[in-house]
Structure formats: C-alpha cells, structure tokens
C-alpha cells in the first residue's frame, strides 16, 4: 500500500512511522521540578546528535493538551536532566514510568526505581542503568505545534557513567550490554543475539 500523508490523520501517521521505524532506541530520562519531584519518563525518539562535542537528542511529542510533558517542563525549569539507558532487567519498571502521573508524583517512587545521587547534576539516575549521560540543556527546536508535533531537545553530555563490568579495551562491550529497544505499538525488541560485520575499507 502506498500512503499520501496529507490524507492522513495525526494517529495515522504516528502508527505509519512508530511501526516502521524500528527498533528505535530508548532514552529514560530523568529530571527534577522546580519543586523538588523526582521525575522518570521513557522516550523513544532518541538518538546522538553528535560525538564532538558530545550532545543527544531527543523529541518530545507534542500532547493533544498543548500543554509540556513533566520532563520538558523540568528541563527548561533547571536545565538538567540524566538519559538512562535501559537493559531487560530494567524493562518492567520502564514500562510502569510511562503511567500519566500527576506533576507532584515521582515515578521513581510509583515503579518502585531504585535511585542514586548523579555526580554533575540535581536530578537523580536509575542506579542499575547500564549507562548514564548527565545532560545540560542545550536547545530545543520546535518542528511543530500541533498534536503528534515534535519538539527537538539538544543535550549537551557533560558526565557519562558506564557499569566496569561493560566497560572492555576502552569500549562498552555491546555483547553484555543488554539494551531494549521500542517497536511499534506495545512491542518492545531484546538484544538477545549480535552480529558484528566488518566495514569494508
């Protein structure tokens, strides 16, 4: 089938890309309110913007609301964040953060994730996360307004944090690290099996 996406709604289009686009992996971002609420929220519009120097991007999809998610809100509030990365043995409990929960709730306490002090910043980090990038707010780039639009977050990576037990000949070893990546829908992909290709020259 072939779609003209001017002939579609904005849920349409969201499930043509989510569904296609995959696996997509996934940020698990932490931030704290001006108040002082400890907030976990997963985001799977996420990748590296660029290695040097070092800054991730994530969208935040904007709500039929209109009004900023807790952890947009937060970061442009405080201007820091931490991306957790997520293993299987973190998935569960990632799930459970994607609850709508109100702005004076923390995940953290409602999927029961055990937190640690981050080393840079205020906001707190999922202590058994593999990998951790402590982030200062660089930009956001707004792409559109409408519900199903995206606002782009640049942030810049200014602490990373990796497990020793994944941390082999100066790399992450990518065989132990475990990470889950979001399909369409309710589906979620495993790193079960790894295949290494040698680029050629």
Same mark, same amino acid.
């Given at each position: 089938?072939?779609?003209?996406?001017?002939?579609?709604? =904005? +849920? $349409?289009?969201?499930?043509? #890309?989510?569904?296609?686009?995959?696996?997509?992996?996934? =940020?698990? /971002?932490?931030?704290?309110?001006?108040?002082?609420?400890?907030?976990?929220?997963?985001?799977?519009?996420?990748?590296?913007?660029?290695?040097?120097?070092?800054? #991730?991007?994530?969208?935040?999809?904007? +709500?039929?609301?209109?009004?900023?998610?807790?952890?947009? $809100?937060?970061?442009?509030?405080? *201007?820091?964040?931490?991306?957790?990365?997520?293993?299987?043995?973190? #998935?569960?409990? #990632?799930?459970?953060?994607?609850?709508?929960? @109100?702005?004076?709730?923390?995940?953290?306490?409602?999927?029961?994730?055990? =937190?640690?002090?981050?080393?840079?910043?205020?906001?707190?980090?999922?202590?058994?996360?593999?990998?951790?990038?402590?982030?200062?707010?660089?930009?956001?780039?707004?792409? @559109?307004?409408?519900?199903?639009?995206? $606002?782009?977050?640049?942030?810049?990576?200014?602490?990373?944090?990796?497990?020793?037990?994944?941390?082999?000949?100066?790399?992450?070893? +990518? $065989?132990? /690290?475990?990470?889950?990546? *979001?399909?369409?829908?309710?589906?979620?992909?495993?790193?079960?099996?790894?295949?290494?290709? /040698?680029?050629?020259?």
């Amino acid at each position: 089938m072939i779609f003209d996406t001017a002939a579609l709604d =904005a +849920q $349409q289009k969201y499930q043509l #890309l989510t569904g296609g686009i995959t696996p997509r992996p996934i =940020a698990w /971002i932490s931030t704290r309110s001006k108040a002082g609420v400890d907030n976990l929220a997963p985001y799977s519009f996420f990748t590296v913007a660029s290695c040097n120097p070092p800054v #991730l991007l994530y969208t935040h999809v904007t +709500q039929s609301s209109g009004i900023n998610k807790d952890t947009l $809100q937060n970061l442009l509030d405080t *201007k820091e964040c931490v991306v957790n990365i997520v293993n299987s043995g973190l #998935l569960e409990q #990632l799930n459970a953060t994607s609850a709508a929960l @109100g702005k004076d709730d923390s995940e953290f306490s409602f999927a029961n994730v055990e =937190a640690c002090e981050s080393a840079t910043v205020l906001p707190k980090s999922v202590k058994y996360a593999p990998v951790r990038y402590e982030c200062s707010l660089r930009e956001v780039v707004s792409v @559109g307004s409408l519900p199903a639009g995206g $606002q782009l977050i640049l942030l810049d990576v200014t602490f990373i944090y990796v497990d020793d037990a994944l941390y082999k000949n100066d790399t992450i070893d +990518q $065989q132990s /690290i475990d990470t889950v990546g *979001k399909m369409g829908g309710n589906y979620f992909s495993l790193t079960n099996d790894t295949l290494e290709l /040698i680029r050629p020259k």
